[in-house]
Structures are given as C-alpha cells and as structure tokens.
C-alpha cells in the first residue's frame, strides 16, 4: 500500500473532523431541518455509491460466471446485511433525537452510546472504501484506483455533515465544544481502521472481491434504510429529506461517471 493510497484512504476521517468542527460555530441544539437536510444528503450518497462504486463493480469483476454473475454480488449483499444487523443488536447505541435504547441492556453513558451508534454506521463506509482499494491493487480486477479515490471523496462529503450531527447535539447535551468536537472526529476514526483492515484481508483472497464489494453496498444499504430514512422523515411531514436525499444521490452518481 503506498502512502498516496494511504492519504486518500483517511480523506472521508477528513470529512468527519471538518464536519464536527461544526460545533465551534453552530449556537444551541441543531435544528431539525438542518438534520433532515444533513441525513437526507448523506443516505443518498450512501445508496448511489452502493449501486455505482459497489454493486456494479461487482457484477462486472463476476462476468466470467455468465449468466450467474449475480450470485457473488448478491451473496455479499445479504452477508452485508446479516453482519449489520447482528452487530445493531450485539453493541448498545442511541441515535439522535432518540430515548431509546438499541442492543442490548448497558450502563453506558448516553453521549457513548450516541458514538457508538455513529460508528456502528461508518464500518461498513470503511470497509466499502477499503475494498475497492484492494481491488484497484489487484491485477486481475477492473476496480481502478480513480474510482476508489471518488468512493472516498464522496464519502468525506456525506460524512461532514454526520460529523456535524453527533457533535452539535452532544453539545446540546451539555458537554464542553472541545470535548463535543472530538467525539465527532474520533467517531470517524474507524473508517480507515476499517478500510486497511478489508484491505489486508481482501489482498488474501482474490476470488472474494465480488463478494466483498457486495458485503459492503449490503451493509452500506442496511444503515440507510434502518436508520437514516427514518432520521430524515421523523416529526412532521416534510419533503425537505426527500429532495435532499436525491441531491445527494445525484452527486455521488456524477462524481463516479465523471470522476471514476
């Protein structure tokens, strides 16, 4: 792994630092239209870059199979989902605007307990950054190093805005800017872990990277529809998420044409 690949594997922590700097500037609680504007955002950029980055590349480094080169892609997937759904009820988390506990009973605090739902969400952002890094690696794949760099910036994107959503409201909850703002920063920190992680283990298994491209959209997909579209509808009825999440989505759609 080179230190260029190296750098672009940590721009998406980047994204989570800048987001939670949000808190030296942002007065009070944050207002719920601006969550409904963030979280709309970040689920559309998630969903594109599972179908583009993930999904297609998939299907594209199975071809070989014919007919079935949908099986790895949609094995993945499901593996993706299970893993994601074991882990939302193995590890205690609270999401945001939420009194209710998920997972299982703990004496954690409620600000550790924001954090760890937030990184519960960015695993499977890491690991879709990682394996596309270790494909690009690989001679025997289609999966270009452009398009594992556009996977990570657009994934820096949709994270300023979730670095911003776990820090402002800990402040809300009392605790001190500074100590608010590296919470939000550190929660990031498992993306990259996550990335080298899939990295050295995909670099093992050449024939595994269209069902770990498939894992990752799997999970990718999971965190959007069990946590963020709920996030960005709940209270009274508004269209502000909605059109939010198909901007994102189309801006993660042309950076991968374009870019990748």
């Given amino acids: 792994m080179s230190i260029s690949m190296l750098q672009e594997i940590f721009i998406p922590f980047v994204g989570t630092t800048l987001g939670a700097g949000c808190v030296f500037f942002v007065r009070g609680k944050l207002n719920l239209k601006l969550q409904?504007?963030?979280?709309?955002?970040?689920?559309?950029?998630?969903?594109?870059?599972s179908i583009w980055s993930l999904l297609i590349p998939a299907l594209e480094n199975a071809v070989h199979l014919?007919?079935?080169?949908?099986?790895p892609a949609t094995v993945g997937f499901w593996l993706g989902i299970i893993f994601l759904s074991a882990l939302d009820k193995a590890v205690p988390h609270l999401h945001i605007n939420s009194e209710s506990v998920e997972g299982p009973k703990s004496r954690l605090q409620k600000t550790?307990?924001?954090i760890l739902a937030l990184v519960l969400h960015n695993i499977p952002e890491g690991m879709a950054v990682g394996v596309l890094y270790a494909g690009a690696m690989m001679q025997e794949t289609d999966v270009t190093v452009a398009a594992a760099f556009v996977l990570s910036l657009g994934i820096a994107i949709q994270n300023f805005p979730e670095g911003a959503i776990i820090s402002i409201p800990l402040h809300g909850e009392g605790m001190k800017k500074?100590?608010?703002?590296?919470?939000?920063?550190?929660?990031?920190i498992v993306e990259p872990l996550a990335a080298i992680a899939t990295i050295l283990i995909a670099e093992l298994v050449v024939p595994a990277l269209p069902y770990m491209l498939g894992f990752a959209a799997g999970a990718m997909i999971y965190v959007?529809?069990?946590e963020l579209i709920p996030e960005m509808s709940e209270g009274e009825h508004s269209h502000l998420g909605t059109f939010m999440f198909m901007i994102g989505f189309t801006a993660m759609m042309v950076m991968d044409v374009v870019l990748g």
């Fill in 66 to 71: 014919e007919k079935w080169a949908f099986i």
């Fill in 112 to 114: 550790t307990m924001m």
């Fill in 36 to 49: 409904r504007i963030f979280t709309g955002f970040a689920a559309g950029v998630m969903v594109a870059a």
């Fill in 178 to 188: 500074s100590s608010a703002f590296t919470c939000g920063m550190l929660s990031g």
């Fill in 224 to 226: 959007v529809v069990e």
